[in-house]
C-alpha cells in the first residue's frame, strides 16, 4: 500500500494521533506487550530437585528400606527428601522471582508525535496510528510503515536471520507477497536500529506483529545458566562418578569379607551421602540471587550471570564521560564571536532563566544580527525537544541538543517558531563518525544550510568568518578551541549558508561549502560529586580507569585532571592519532600509558578494548549508543546506561546501570567481589565436611571399625542442620575491605592453592578428630549406638563452629562480629537446636539412633571443636604472613 493508503486505512494524518485517541486505542488493542517466555512453574521445579545423582542413590535406598522392612528409615529418607525438594523449590522459585523484578525495572522507551508534539513513552503504551520517530540505536517498539526514511538501516536478526544490516526506504511500493526482509518500507518490532533516522506510522502491535506471529518459538528459549553454575555441576557429577567407583570398589571389599548385602548398601549409601556435595547447586543459585538483589539496591542490573564472576577480575574500566563521570546537565557558558568578541551566559541547569551578556554588553547590542543566526544554527539541526507541558519544563533527546534549546531560549527563541519562519526542506542527522548535523531551511524562498559540530569539521566547509565576508583564519579558530577547551569547555562549532541545490538532487555533505563560520559554543557539565572519590576507590582496588570522550583533548585533559585520572598531555591519545597506527603493536603502544581518550569514535572503542585486553587487562568497558556494541560485546564487562543507554547497548551489555553513574559501576565490581567471595565460602564450608566425613569413614575402614556414623545420620548432618548454615551464609555481608584487595587473576579457578589447602586442614583436622573420638568411646565401652550419638553431634558441633571459619578467608573469627550476619548466628543457632530438639522427639530420635547428652558432654565435645577454630585461626595468621589480604 501506498502511505497515503496506509493513513486512510488506520484513520490518521502525518501527523500522529491526539492523546484522547491514543487513551481509545489502547483500550482497544490492549498494551504492546508479548507474553513473556513461560517460566518452569512450581511443579517442574519440584519435580527438578530429584533430578540428581544423589536423590536417585537416597531413592533406591528408599525403596529397599521397605522392601526389607525398616520403615522407619524409609520414612525417614522420604521426609527429608521431601524436605530438601521443598526448600530447593522455594529458593529456585524466589531467586526466579527476583530475576524477573530485575528485568521489569528496565523499561524500552519511545518517540511518539501526539497532538503534534513530540513525546517519551513507554513502548508498551504505543497503538496503532501513532506516529514513531526512529533514530540510531532504536529497538523498534512495533510494526511500522515509514513515512520518512534518512540513511535508515536496520538490524532485522532476529527476525529474518539476516547478519546484514537492511537498507530501508519510505518511498517504495512493494507487492503484496514480499517477504519480511525485503520488505523496505516497513519496519518491525524487536528488530534494531543500526544507523540512520526515520519516521512511519504503527500498524501493528504486540501479538499481530510479525515477532509475535512467531513469539512461540522466540519466547520458549531456555535461559543459559552461568559458567559457574555450569562449572559447579559438572565439579557434583564428577564426584558422583568418583564416589560411585569408590564406592563399588568399598562394596567389592566388604563383600570378600562376608559383610551382608544390605549392609553393603547402606555402606555405599553412606559414602555417597557424606561426599557428594549435594546442596551446591542450591546455595550457589542463593548466593548469585542475594548478590543480584544487593546489585540491584545499588542501581546494577546483572543481565547475564557470567557478569557476578567477571567483576570479581576487572582490572581496567574504559568509562564514557557524559552522564557518567558528569551529571549530565551541559550548560552553555559561552558564546565566541570569530573576532573575539566574547559572550557569557547566566542560569543554571535544564531552566531558561538567564541572560546573555556579551563583553558586558547586552547581547542585543551586537551588530549583523550574529546572536539571531547563533541561534538558528545551534537550533535548526537539532533533534531534541525542550519545552512546557502541564506547567513543568520538559526535556528528551541528546544532551548537547538540549543544550543548545535552552540556551536558545534565554534569546527568546523556540524551535517550533522558528521553524514555522524557516521551514525545514531536508537534514543531515547527527552520526558519531559524520560529527556534525545540519538542516536545510528556506530563508525568504531561498535555501540555506544551518550546521553545528566538531570545529575541526566545520572549519573546511567554511571561507568567511561574517556576512561582510572578512576571510576565515583557520588557526584563530582552531587557537580560540584550544582556550575554551582548556578552561574545561566543551566546544561546539556553529555556521550557516546558502545552498545550491538542483530539483533532483539529495542535500548532502557535498553541498556544504563556502559557509560562513559563525562561532564557537562552550558548554559545560559539571563532574558528579561522586565521580573523583570513586576514580581513587578504583585506583586503591588495583583496577586503572580510563575515560573515552569525543571531546577536545584539552577539554578531556582538564576534566581528568580533576578527577584525578591523569596530570600530562602525554597520557591523552586522540582518535586521529589511533586511526594512523599501522598495526596492532602502534596501536598498543598508543594504548599502554594513555588514560584520556579525546576525540574518540565509537567504532574506535573496539581497538581500545582489544589493545587493553592484549596488555593483559580484563575490561570493563561503558556505553549508550548503537554504534558501542561491538566494544561492549568484545570487553569482559559491557556495561550499559539504563537512562541513556540505547536498546541495542541495553541489549549487548552484562550489566546495566539504572541511574547512568560511574559511582554505580564501582559499586557493582564491590558487590560482584563480595558476591563471587561468598559462592567461594559456600563452596568451601560444603566441600571441607564432606571431606572430613569422607577422612572419618576412610579412617574406620582402613582400622576394620564398623561404620561411624549410618547413612540416616549423614543425611540428616549433610541436607538437615548443614543445610540450614550453607544458606545462611550466602546472605554475608561485605568483609570492608573487597576494594582495597587487588583483582582476582580471570585464570584462577575456584578451587586455587587456598582453596584447596584450607579444604585439606579443615577435613583432616575435623575427620581426624571425630574418628578418634569414635573409636575412644568404643574402646571406653560405650555401645555401638551410643559412640555414633557421640561421633554425629560432635559432627554438628563442628559444622556450627567451622561455619564462622568459613565467613573469611584471612580474616580473624574474632576480628569478624557474627551479629553483621545475624541470618547465619540464627541459621547456626537453628542447627544445633534442631538436632537437640531431634534428640528428644520420641520416634525422630529412634530414626536417627540419637539419644539426649549431659551438659557436662555436650561442653566437652563442644570445647573439642573449638579446636577447628584455633587451628584456622593459626593459618590465617600464617596466610597474612604469607601476604594475603
Same mark, same amino acid.
Given at each position: ?361 547586552? @547581547? !542585543? ?5 550574529? =546572536?539571531? #543566526?547563533?541561534? +538558528?544554527? /545551534?537550533?535548526? &539541526?537539532? %533533534? ?26 534565554? @534569546? !527568546? ?5 522558528? =521553524?514555522? #519562519?524557516?521551514? +525545514?526542506? /531536508?537534514?543531515? &542527522?547527527? %552520526? ?41 583564519? /583557520? ?411
Amino acid at each position: 500500500m501506498s502511505a497515503e493508503a496506509v493513513l486512510a486505512t488506520l484513520g490518521v494524518s502525518r501527523h500522529g494521533i491526539s492523546r484522547g485517541e491514543a487513551l481509545r486505542r489502547l483500550t482497544e488493542y490492549g498494551p504492546n506487550i508479548l507474553p513473556r517466555a513461560r517460566l518452569p512453574g512450581i511443579g517442574r521445579i519440584f519435580l527438578r530437585q530429584f533430578a540428581s545423582p544423589l536423590i536417585y542413590v537416597l531413592l533406591a535406598a528408599t525403596v529397599l528400606s521397605l522392601l526389607i522392612g525398616e520403615y522407619s528409615d524409609a520414612g525417614f529418607i522420604a521426609a527429608v527428601l521431601l524436605v530438601n525438594a521443598l526448600i530447593g523449590t522455594f529458593q529456585e522459585h524466589s531467586a526466579q522471582r527476583a530475576a524477573t523484578a530485575l528485568g521489569d525495572m528496565v523499561t524500552t522507551l519511545c518517540h511518539v508525535v501526539r497532538d503534534g508534539e513530540l513525546y517519551e513513552i513507554a513502548a508498551e503504551e504505543l497503538v496503532p496510528g501513532d506516529l514513531v520517530v526512529l533514530e540510531a540505536g532504536d529497538r523498534v517498539p512495533a510494526d511500522i510503515r515509514l513515512l520518512a526514511s534518512h540513511e535508515l538501516q536496520v538490524d532485522e536478526s532476529a527476525l529474518t536471520g539476516e547478519s546484514m544490516a537492511t537498507g530501508k526506504e519510505a518511498d517504495v511500493i512493494l507487492a503484496a507477497d514480499t517477504f519480511v526482509g525485503d520488505r523496505r518500507n516497513m519496519v518491525f518490532a524487536g528488530t534494531l536500529v543500526a544507523r540512520g533516522r526515520g519516521r512511519g506510522i504503527v500498524t501493528a502491535t504486540a501479538l499481530a506483529t510479525e515477532l509475535g506471529n512467531i513469539a512461540a518459538a522466540v519466547l520458549g528459549r531456555e535461559m543459559t545458566r552461568s559458567p559457574l553454575m555450569v562449572r559447579m555441576e559438572t565439579f557434583t557429577h564428577r564426584v558422583a562418578m568418583v564416589v560411585g567407583l569408590a564406592a563399588l570398589l568399598v562394596a567389592a571389599v566388604a563383600f570378600l569379607r562376608g559383610m551382608p548385602i544390605v549392609e553393603i548398601f547402606f555402606l555405599t549409601v553412606a559414602l555417597a551421602v557424606s561426599v557428594i556435595p549435594e546442596g551446591l547447586p542450591v546455595a550457589l543459585t542463593v548466593a548469585l540471587a542475594i548478590g543480584m538483589r544487593r546489585m540491584a539496591r545499588r542501581n546494577v542490573i546483572i543481565r547475564r550471570l557470567v557478569a557476578v564472576e567477571a567483576l570479581g577480575s576487572c582490572t581496567f574500566i574504559a568509562t564514557d564521560k557524559t552522564g557518567t563521570l558528569t551529571v549530565n546537565q551541559l550548560t552553555v557558558r559561552r558564546l565566541l564571536h570569530p573576532d573575539g568578541t566574547s559572550c557569557v551566559l547566566s542560569g543554571e541547569g535544564l531552566e531558561p532563566g538567564g541572560e546573555i551578556r556579551c563583553d558586558d554588553q547586552p @547581547a !542585543g547590542l551586537l551588530p549583523g544580527q550574529w =546572536l539571531s #543566526r547563533v541561534c +538558528e544554527a /545551534a537550533i535548526l &539541526p537539532n %533533534e531534541a525537544f525542550f519545552g512546557r507541558r502541564d506547567g513543568d519544563w520538559v526535556q528528551h533527546g541528546d544532551a548537547v541538543d538540549v543544550a543548545l534549546l535552552v540556551m536558545a531560549h534565554k @534569546a !527568546g527563541f523556540v524551535r517550533e517558531t522558528l =521553524l514555522d #519562519r524557516l521551514p +525545514e526542506v /531536508a537534514t543531515i &542527522p547527527f %552520526e558519531s563518525e559524520r560529527q556534525f548535523a545540519a538542516s536545510m531551511n528556506l530563508v525568504e524562498g531561498v535555501p540555506h544550510a544551518f550546521i553545528k559540530g566538531a570545529a575541526e569539521r566545520l572549519l573546511p566547509m567554511c571561507d568567511r568568518t561574517s556576512d561582510a565576508g572578512v576571510a576565515l583564519d /583557520a588557526a584563530v579558530i582552531l587557537a580560540q578551541v584550544e582556550a575554551l577547551a582548556q578552561e574545561g569547555y566543551r566546544v561546539l562549532a556553529l555556521a550557516c549558508g546558502p545552498v545550491e541545490l538542483a530539483p533532483d538532487e539529495v542535500f548532502s555533505e557535498e553541498h556544504l561549502h563556502d559557509m560562513t563560520f559563525l562561532g564557537l559554543v562552550g558548554m559545560i557539565d559539571p563532574l558528579r560529586v561522586e565521580a573523583r572519590p570513586s576514580v581513587a576507590r578504583c585506583q586503591r582496588a588495583g583496577i586503572e580507569v580510563a575515560m573515552v570522550t569525543g571531546d577536545h583533548p584539552a577539554t578531556a585533559l582538564a576534566i581528568a585532571r580533576e578527577l584525578g585520572l591523569a596530570e600530562r598531555m602525554t597520557q591523552v591519545v586522540t582518535g586521529p592519532e589511533l586511526r594512523q597506527a599501522q598495526n596492532e603493536a602502534e596501536l598498543d603502544a598508543l594504548t599502554h600509558d594513555a588514560r584520556v581518550f579525546a576525540r574518540v569514535e565509537p567504532t574506535q572503542k573496539l581497538d581500545i578494548v582489544t589493545s587493553l585486553q592484549r596488555h593483559g587487562h580484563f575490561v570493563a568497558v561503558s556505553g549508550d549508543g548503537a554504534n558501542d556494541a561491538p566494544a561492549l560485546r568484545a570487553a569482559q564487562v559491557g556495561v550499559a546506561m539504563g537512562k541513556s543507554g540505547t536498546d541495542v547497548a541495553r541489549e549487548t551489555a552484562e550489566l546495566i546501570i539504572t541511574d547512568d553513574n560511574f559511582s554505580s559501576i564501582v559499586a557493582g565490581i564491590e558487590e560482584g567481589r563480595v558476591a563471587y567471595a561468598n559462592v567461594r565460602k559456600v563452596i568451601y564450608l560444603l566441600i571441607s565436611t564432606g571431606a572430613a566425613e569422607l577422612v572419618l569413614f576412610s579412617l574406620a575402614l582402613v582400622t576394620g571399625l564398623p561404620l561411624p556414623l549410618l547413612a540416616v545420620q549423614l543425611l540428616w548432618l549433610n541436607l538437615v542442620t548443614n543445610g540450614i548454615q550453607d544458606i545462611a551464609l550466602a546472605f554475608e555481608p561485605a568483609e570492608g575491605d573487597e576494594l582495597r584487595r587487588p583483582p582476582r587473576p580471570p585464570s584462577e579457578p575456584i578451587f586455587n592453592r587456598l582453596m584447596i589447602e584450607r579444604v585439606l586442614i579443615a577435613a583432616l583436622v575435623i575427620g581426624s578428630l571425630a574418628f578418634i573420638l569414635f573409636e575412644w568411646l568404643l574402646a571406653q565401652g560405650y555401645s555401638l549406638d551410643e559412640a555414633r550419638n557421640g561421633t554425629l553431634l560432635l559432627m554438628v558441633l563442628f559444622e556450627n563452629v567451622h561455619v564462622f571459619n568459613c565467613r573469611s578467608e584471612t580474616r580473624s573469627v574474632f576480628g569478624h562480629s557474627p551479629l553483621r550476619n545475624p541470618v547465619l548466628l540464627i541459621g547456626t543457632l537453628g542447627a544445633q537446636l534442631v538436632h537437640i530438639g531431634a534428640m528428644y522427639t520420641p520416634g525422630l530420635s529412634d530414626i536417627l539412633g540419637i539419644r539426649p547428652v549431659s551438659p557436662t558432654h555436650w561442653l566437652q565435645l563442644l570445647t573439642l571443636t573449638l579446636s577447628i577454630l584455633l587451628i584456622m585461626e593459626l593459618h590465617k595468621i600464617l596466610l597474612r604472613r604469607r601476604g594475603y589480604r
